[in-house]
């Protein structure tokens, strides 16, 4: 009945079939024939080829069971388990292999029994590449006659049998071996036989520490089995550590109304490498295009002296390769590179993936771009925001390969200049898959670049994103403000599977968002949000601006700066009164100071009953740099609380007294016991950054 809807086919058995048709059950036989008697009696396949004689199951760090890359940092320790089990009392080994992508040969490191069939192995990723790994599991032969002897030993007087059986797995082993090995081996088949099966003598035999150390030295193997590889990217330490502070290079210097130049930012430097920070992070450098060039306060009219958003890349001077011409010429960037990279500072660079009217791929490519039925093309648009200073590209239009690889050149260009950090304008409007490709290509010959995605929007987009392999991602942090969403937001990113894929940077404000939190809190909320967002994450920045607590917004209910520095020239009173330069230069130094706020997913929250009281910590695995932070999150007034510690974690017995010396302030306290006061006046210093001392 092919043609009706309503037949539905279920398997059945090796010759029959059950049909449901038209909700009544109906079992049809199938007819045998020579062809089938033939196929029912071909050759099963082995058990082996089913279900492997060892199971492998579990094996973790994974993400999506191993669709997308593990992010890790090359020299970390890395830990691998798996559950490892077989039938019977045999007794099973197994270990951790490992290569670097490109290689041919594999490593491998022994793994550790822990419990209910849970196996552990580490290795430490030496370089900064693509790596694979997997789990190999095999029945030791001779530790499994070994158990058996030892137990039968036990209870009779005469194990002539298991002895035979011994001396067969000794003879294989030797033959396996080599040189002095080989000899060794003979020794003890020699002692085996010698023991004539004597129960105290073969006990006492396989008991020394001759016979121990064959066992762990010996090559045989039965039933190996071996976990599908999975792959690992081993990222530079700047991947997950570091302290980005974001400028509008045209907006560095002291005249009115006229550009600043590469040079002004070569002289800001110091101050910025002053106050700690590890990335300069530029906003776009390209030329800028005139058409539709939007005004102050992103009016659609531009007046005269506008120099429109740097986003609105491409003009008669260039595009995505050019620079500028007000900022500088090439040289004057390459020596701004030079004087960042003396001061210890790297320089991040912003690449958005769209288009002025002006850029000059809109003549020679208009292929590229969206065009609408009377042949114009589209401008970007996001209902009832307009951008028409900006054509969006078209990631599949026909000729999408020679986009795609022109694109892939422009992060190539900048890279062979001595750019290796990239900040990704909004690329969840951009198709997935390419970046993928795009990340995947650039880090086969620069894989120290890192990229940052600037993607403020749906969870599941901005996690595919990191699975796709973006280095870092921006995160929801700015809009967490109450304590309950903080925990549980920062426990989804450090605690679940996210950790092995999406590193969080916490970024305090951006030219796009001034939280409500920061123009009603005042100055006590920029020292807050500095706080929280540098100690929670081991990677955070703030937009310039932020250390002067600039808090002036466009509106009532807006998130938009008053008289954004993107549609016009800024002058900066860089030492205003007011500013928190100092408290931002001493938390970045305390960053610096202490290995355990380097770390991105070893924080854990502390009890307090206080809502607006959070306590949580960070420590390194030998406990040997321990921090614990606890924060007023009410701008406007002075909260106190009790703090509970789980001192059992850190070492320190509850009778004892250990000191919290803050790095903030430099005083010292003296508590005992895990429950201890704290009170916060955010008018002075909110927080506390405790040093834990036994």
């Given amino acids: 009945d092919a043609g009706r809807t309503q037949t539905k086919l279920c398997f059945g058995s090796e010759n029959r079939y059950l049909i449901f048709y038209r909700g009544q059950r109906v079992v049809m036989k199938r007819k045998r024939t020579k062809k089938n008697i033939a196929l029912s009696s071909r050759k099963s396949a082995a058990p082996e080829d089913v279900i492997p004689g060892i199971i492998i199951e579990d094996v973790r760090p994974s993400v999506d069971g191993g669709k997308y890359p593990v992010k890790w940092i090359a020299g970390d320790p890395l830990t691998v388990k798996a559950d490892i089990f077989k039938d019977g009392h045999d007794v099973i080994a197994a270990a951790v292999e490992y290569k670097k992508k ?8 022994p793994m550790k ?3 209910n069939d849970r196996w552990s192995g580490e290795f430490v990723l030496a370089e900064n590449a693509r790596y694979l790994y997997r789990v190999r599991a095999w029945m030791d032969p001779v530790a499994s006659w070994m158990k058996h002897v030892e137990k039968k030993c036990q209870s009779e007087a005469s194990v002539k049998s298991e002895v035979l059986e011994g001396i067969v797995l000794l003879e294989e082993a030797r033959r396996l071996s080599k040189g002095k090995d080989r000899e060794r081996i003979a020794t003890l088949k020699g002692s085996l036989k010698r023991t004539s099966g004597i129960s105290h003598d073969v006990l006492a035999l396989i008991r020394s520490s001759e016979f121990q150390k064959f066992l762990g030295g010996h090559s045989l193997r039965r039933l190996e089995s071996l976990s599908a590889p999975l792959e690992l990217v081993s990222d530079r330490r700047r991947a997950r550590f570091g302290a980005w502070y974001e400028i509008f290079p045209r907006s560095q210097g002291k005249k009115e109304g006229v550009s600043a130049t590469f040079k002004d930012c070569i002289k800001r430097i110091p101050e910025i490498r002053q106050m700690g920070f590890d990335v300069l992070y530029l906003t776009p450098i390209h030329p800028i295009g005139v058409t539709k060039r939007k005004g102050p306060n992103n009016s659609l009219v531009a007046d005269k002296g506008s120099p429109g958003s740097p986003w609105a890349i491409g003009s008669k001077d260039g595009g995505h390769k050019a620079i500028h011409p007000e900022l500088g010429t090439m040289e004057d960037f390459k020596n701004l590179l030079k004087a960042a990279q003396r001061a210890g500072i790297e320089i991040a660079l912003d690449i958005a993936f769209q288009c002025s009217p002006d850029h000059p791929y809109v003549k020679e490519h208009p292929e590229w771009f969206f065009h609408r039925p009377d042949g114009t093309i589209h401008y970007a648009e996001n209902p009832p925001k307009k951008y028409e200073d900006i054509y969006p590209l078209n990631f599949h239009c026909e000729d999408w390969r020679a986009l795609w690889e022109e694109l892939k050149s422009i992060i190539l260009f900048w890279a062979d200049k001595g750019v ?6 909004n690329p969840h409007t951009k198709p997935l898959g390419f970046w993928k490709w795009l990340i995947e290509e650039t880090q086969k010959v620069y894989p120290e670049s890192i990229f940052f995605a600037e993607a403020f929007t749906r969870p599941k987009i901005m996690k595919f994103l990191a699975k796709a392999g973006f280095t870092q991602s921006y995160t929801y942090f700015t809009w967490r403000n109450e304590k309950w969403e903080l925990r549980q937001y920062l426990e989804e990113l450090t605690q679940t599977e996210m950790k092995y894929y999406y590193r969080g940077n916490f970024f305090a404000n951006t030219p796009d968002i001034l939280h409500e939190y920061l123009q009603k809190g005042g ?5 807050i949000r500095a706080i929280l967002a540098a100690t929670l994450s081991s990677s955070y920045g703030i937009y310039s601006g932020f250390e002067l607590c600039e808090n002036r917004a466009k509106a009532p209910g807006s998130e938009e700066y008053l008289d954004s ?5 800024k002058v900066w009173d860089w030492d205003r009164e007011g500013n928190i330069k100092a408290l931002i230069a001493q938390v ?9 706020l380097q770390g991105y997913d070893n924080l854990e929250f502390y009890d307090t009953r206080n809502e607006m009281i959070l306590a949580y910590g960070k420590r390194t695995p030998d406990n040997a740099n321990i921090i614990v932070t606890v924060v007023n999150l009410d701008p406007n007034h002075a909260q106190e609380d009790f703090v509970t510690l789980p ?3 850190f070492g320190i017995e509850d009778w004892q007294t250990y000191q919290m010396r803050d790095l903030l302030t430099g005083e010292k306290y003296y508590w005992k016991g895990p429950r201890n006061y704290v009170r916060l006046d955010p008018k002075a210093v909110p927080a506390h950054i405790f040093l834990l001392k036994k």
Avoid: C, G, T
């Fill in 565 to 569: 520095e993107k549609y016009q020239y």
């Fill in 647 to 649: 001192l059992w974690k």
């Fill in 588 to 596: 970045n130094h305390i960053r610096r100071e202490n290995p355990a």
């Fill in 420 to 425: 290796k950090i990239f900040r990704i304008d």
């Fill in 102 to 109: 490109s290689d041919k040969a594999w490593q491998s490191v």
């Fill in 113 to 115: 029994f822990l419990e």
């Fill in 523 to 527: 100055r006590p909320a920029f020292m």
